[in-house]
């Protein structure tokens, strides 16, 4: 006889149990009243800061928006840690506060650090390392990083989980789900369900420390080639869901190679472009979260270090095949290739006005790949104005003849896109990105990218992204 179908609520108390950390009622709620107190309290700030004045009232402000961020922890602060890597969106003040969340936000204490060892390793997990350092070297938005070595003395990096992730992930999700419910109402411009979905999968996804191991696994095999690009080597029987231990990377990061000679940041471009469009062009996956916390680099900027690879994204074959055809018609100005290459990405059927619309957008994202010369990524115009003129044209043009639904996969490939072009405007840098882009698309076919992407993430037992 077949086994009677358990009640939904069943199931719902059943997935409880396996990850008691998603649905823990009192941390739902504290996770949205902390949220509240924290921007209350940075409004408090803030108001005290503008009343008495100052020249250092901005900078008041920002430390105490950055406090309150670094305190709720979890996506909202990855909000900060985006808007903090585009050169000019914000002032100076808070960019410089806000981009310190990236890699410097407080820490937990070494009571946390005690309890999460010990309930991921067991009550004996010191005595499995050789040393361990409890102060955290690095926080960030959903963990922090410790120093540790293995019994032989090789220097580890031990990612720890904070506590009640998931149930502050979910939270937020429902909090997420509440402003797009709003904007639908009122937006004319997009229209965001598919957004929302792609945002909580991806988001549940990175509290999933074992699917990040198979993830940096995935990228020692897809760049085993690039000598001067290097990957972390998790180790499994030191990690497990909340927990990751990997090899620890020497590297300084980006922002200290900032006004290096131009030849150095023309390197770090070059690697950056590499490791980024490479794994996409032949696999079809992208790392989602290219912010410049997420690299380092040895000296003189002679190898890169990827770090954090809990945000990536799989993309079905087809994906792949719209973006290389989209760089093609805008090549050749075939505005119904482009059309064709946003139904390959799954905007379904659009209207002519909104292909053109769209297409603004895509001359944007593309433009430094188009031109076959050495230029900047802005290519002088100021990183403020960078993209605000085509962003006011398609929006105004989306509210003729909108609105767009944008599909899952778009999400994170355009952020991607923006916050790798945001540490090409940091750099400065003059390369020809044209001729490197053709190196990686070279000789492109579609069943060769489903052939090899699905070869791959069975060697390291991985499911692509949903859907």
């Known amino acids: 006889m077949a086994p009677r179908a358990r009640p939904p609520y069943i199931l719902m108390i059943m997935d409880t149990m396996n990850d008691p950390e998603r649905d823990r009622l009192t941390a739902r ?15 408090i700030s803030a108001g005290l800061s503008r009343l008495f004045g100052g ?3 901005d900078r008041q402000i920002a430390m105490a928006i950055k406090a309150a961020l670094g305190r709720t922890r979890g996506p909202l602060m990855k909000v900060a840690q985006i808007m903090a890597t585009i050169p000019d969106l914000l002032p100076k003040e808070y960019a410089e506060e806000l981009s310190q969340l990236q890699m410097n936000a407080p820490p937990m204490g070494r009571p946390f650090v005690q309890r999460r060892m010990r309930a991921e390793l067991g009550p004996q997990w010191a005595a499995r390392f050789g040393s361990f350092e409890p102060e955290a070297a690095h926080a960030a938005s959903l963990g922090q990083v410790h120093r540790a070595t293995d019994l032989a003395g090789a220097p580890l990096a031990v990612k720890l989980q904070y506590p009640d992730m998931a149930s502050a992930v979910e939270a937020d999700i429902s909090q997420l789900n509440n402003l797009m419910g709003v904007y639908r109402r009122f937006g004319k411009v997009v229209d965001p369900s598919e ?47 909340r927990l990751l231990t990997m090899e620890w990377l020497e590297g300084a990061p980006i922002r200290s190679f900032l006004e290096a000679p131009l030849e150095v940041r023309n390197r770090i471009a070059t690697l950056l472009f590499r490791a ?24 003189n900027a002679a190898e890169l270090n990827l770090l954090d690879f809990g945000c990536v994204r799989i993309f079905p074959p087809r994906f792949v095949q719209g973006v290389v055809n989209l760089y093609r018609a805008l090549k050749e100005d075939d505005i119904a290739a482009a059309a064709k290459a946003y139904a390959d990405w799954g905007f379904g059927a659009l209207k002519p006005e909104a292909v053109e619309a769209l297409t603004i957008w895509a001359r944007f994202i593309y433009g430094p790949m188009l031109e076959d010369r050495v230029r900047t990524a802005a290519d002088g115009v100021s990183p403020g104005e960078y993209g605000r003129r085509e962003i006011i044209k398609v929006k105004d043009e989306l509210q003729q003849h909108g609105p767009v639904k944008v599909p899952r996969e778009f999400v994170f490939m355009d952020r991607a896109a923006i916050g ?21 698309i070279q000789g492109f076919d579609v069943g ?20």
């Not at 996770?31 to 409004?43: F, L």
């Not at 980024?276 to 000296?299: C, E, K, Q, S």
């Not at 945001?422 to 390369?431: N, Q, T």
């Not at 060769?448 to 859907?467: C, E, M, N, T």
């Open 276 to 299: 980024w469009w490479g794994p996409m062009a032949r696999y079809g996956v992208i790392h989602g979260d290219p912010h410049l916390g997420n690299y380092t680099f040895t000296a």
């Open 55 to 57: 020249d250092d009232a």
């Open 29 to 43: 709620v504290g996770r949205i009243a902390t949220v509240g107190a924290n921007a209350a309290g940075a409004g």
């Open 420 to 440: 790798l072009g945001a540490a090409f405007l940091h750099l400065r840098a003059e390369i020809n990105f044209h001729q490197i882009f053709e190196e990686q």
């Open 195 to 241: 957004i929302q979905v792609e945002l909580a999968d991806r988001l549940r996804e990175e509290l999933d420390y074992e699917r990040e191991a198979k993830h940096m696994a995935l990228y020692r095999l897809m760049l085993k080639d690039a000598a001067d690009i290097h990957v972390p080597t998790p180790l499994a029987a030191l990690s497990s869901k």
């Open 448 to 467: 060769q990218v489903a052939i090899r992407q699905a070869a791959i993430l069975d060697s390291v037992d991985l499911k692509p992204s949903s859907p």
